[in-house]
C-alpha cells in the first residue's frame, strides 16, 4: 500500500436486537379443583345426592363465586364463607334453615363430597413428566387448609409436591400476588423461573402473569373457541397431556425426561390411583 494511503477497515455491523433466549424453568405451580382434580363433577354428585335434583350446579357455582370473592376482599374467612354459601343455597331453594340444620347440611355435603373426588385422567402422567424432568413443583388453591390437604392427600397426589400453597392458610387468595410469590419464596425460585397451571382465565393465568409467572390456561372445555379469550402471554392448553410440549417449545432448561422404570414409586402410585 502506497504511503499515505488511508488504510480501510470493515464498517461496524449494525446492531439489531438482541436474539430471543429462551427463559430458565425451574418451578411449576397447579391449581387443584378443575385443573388436577374434576371438582365440578364432584359437587354435581353431592347436590343431586342431597337434593333428588341434578340441576343445581349452575346455582351453587354462582353462590360460590360470590362468595370466594369475600374471601378474596379480605371480608370473609373461609369457614364463615362455607357456612353462609350454604345458607344462602337453601334460601335460593326456599328452605329457610337454623344454624344448626345449615351446619348438618354443610357436613353431609363434606361427608359425601370426599367420596366423590376423582383425578383427571391426563394428571399422573404429567405430573411424572414435569418430576423425571427435574422441575420443583407447588400447589396453588384457593381454597381452607384442612379440607384441600386432606383432599391432596387421599388422591395420593402429596407426594409430588415440594410445596403447598394455601389460601386459607395464607390469609390471601388467588389471583393476590402473594399467592404466587410465597410459593416461589418458599422455593427459593424468582417469579421469572416458574410457571403457573389452572383452569380459571382470570384468578389463575392473568393471577400469574400479573404477579411475574408465565401463564398456563386449562381450557378444559376449549371455551377460548367460542367465548374468553386469552391475552397475549398467557398460553393455553385443552389438557394437560398438552403441558410438556409447551414447556419444552418455551423454556431453555426443560427437555425429554428418561422415560421411569416400572416399579418406582411414582409408577406405583399411579397404578395404585387409577
Known sequence: MASGTPSRTAPPAPVGPEPWVPPQLRLVCLDIDDTLIDCTAAIRRTLAVLTGRGDLWPLWDLITEEHVAMVVAGQLG??????????????????????????????????????????????LPCLEWLRAAGLQLAAVTNASGTHQRRKIADL??????????????????????????????????????????????????????????????????????????APVGVHTVTTLAELPELLVSEYVTVGVPAQRAAGTPAAQLRDRVL
Open 156 to 229: 395420593g397426589l402429596a407426594p409430588f409436591f415440594d410445596h403447598v400453597a394455601i389460601a386459607g392458610e395464607l390469609g390471601v387468595a388467588k389471583p393476590d400476588p402473594l399467592m404466587f410469590h410465597s410459593a416461589c419464596l418458599a422455593l427459593g425460585c424468582d417469579p421469572a423461573q416458574a410457571v403457573h397451571v389452572g383452569d380459571k382465565l382470570d384468578t389463575d393465568a392473568i393471577g400469574a402473569q400479573d404477579a411475574g409467572l408465565g401463564a398456563v390456561w386449562l381450557d378444559r372445555d376449549d371455551t377460548s373457541r367460542t367465548g374468553e379469550r
Open 78 to 123: 373461609y369457614e364463615v364463607m362455607h357456612h353462609r354459601r350454604t345458607e344462602c343455597f337453601l334460601a335460593e331453594l326456599g328452605i329457610l334453615a337454623d344454624f344448626a340444620q345449615v351446619a348438618s347440611f354443610e357436613e353431609r355435603r363434606r361427608d359425601i363430597l370426599s367420596q366423590s373426588w376423582r383425578l383427571f385422567d391426563d394428571v
